[in-house]
């Protein structure tokens, strides 16, 4: 069954440092979404992403994150200089349409600042 | 921004017993899908809706997009010790709010099941 992979499972990084979470979506899929989860609460979008531009972005998604289709199989995520508070879980999701389409989650990248 | 409201926000029962969660919101809704997270992971999709009124069954779970298009439903029946997680639900707001496609998750609703 077609799944959404995520790399790394957990990174750990310092504050201030930039890191790049990696996604596969499912290779038919043309929507990608990168959602956060921190520890206990609910998931919160991030950004979507179509035909190689961000399509919407939430309050979250400030200067410090950006997004990237570097081929024709990854979809990054990159946190410029990461704050303690950016710890949480990020998933990757993809769809095949933007509405009224089934969203699939890749099971996460665990982000710890220190 | 738009919210969702989901209740209870946790739950513990005993096997063999029913459950029903719902979500409801102020804004309309053009998708409602209902997913399950274990600890660690991703969401899981359980079931999705995309018509007003529509019920949809996955198994033991069944799952109503409310008529209004405000609100929706998760039973589980006759739950067993695997059931436990936490269930939430998501709407896409799609033209009734201008957005393109992302989804606003509930907060939750914790099951814990008894042997």
């Known amino acids: 069954e077609p799944e959404v992979t995520q790399t790394p499972s957990h990174q750990v990084t310092q504050m201030g440092q930039e890191v790049i979470l990696r996604c596969v979506p499912i290779?038919?899929?043309?929507?990608f979404y990168w959602y956060r989860q921190i520890l206990g609460q609910k998931v919160e979008f991030l950004v979507s992403f179509y035909n190689n531009e961000i399509s919407e972005k939430s309050e979250i998604f400030d200067d410090q994150f950006s997004v990237e289709r570097p081929d024709g199989s990854n979809f990054t995520l990159k946190i410029r200089s990461t704050k303690l508070e950016d710890s949480a879980m990020y998933f990757c999701?993809?769809?095949?349409?933007?509405?009224?389409?089934?969203?699939?989650f890749g099971q996460g990248t665990r982000l710890t600042v220190v | 921004g738009q919210q969702l409201n989901q209740s209870p926000q946790s739950m513990f029962i005993q096997e063999g017993e029913d459950v029903s969660m719902n979500c409801t919101s102020s804004s309309i809704f053009n998708t409602w899908l209902w997913y399950k997270q274990d600890p660690g992971e991703g969401p899981v999709l359980l079931i999705a809706l995309y018509k007003a009124g529509e019920l949809t069954s996955n198994g033991r779970l069944t799952a109503q997009f409310g008529i209004t298009r405000k609100d929706s439903f998760l039973n589980i029946s006759a739950s067993i010790p695997s059931d436990v997680g936490i269930y939430f639900c998501a709407g896409q707001l799609g033209n009734y709010g201008g957005s393109q496609g992302n989804l606003i998750f509930g907060k939750g609703t914790k099951l814990s099941v008894k042997p």
């Open positions: 290779s038919n899929h043309l929507y």
């Open positions: 999701a993809s769809s095949e349409a933007f509405q009224g389409a089934e969203a699939f």
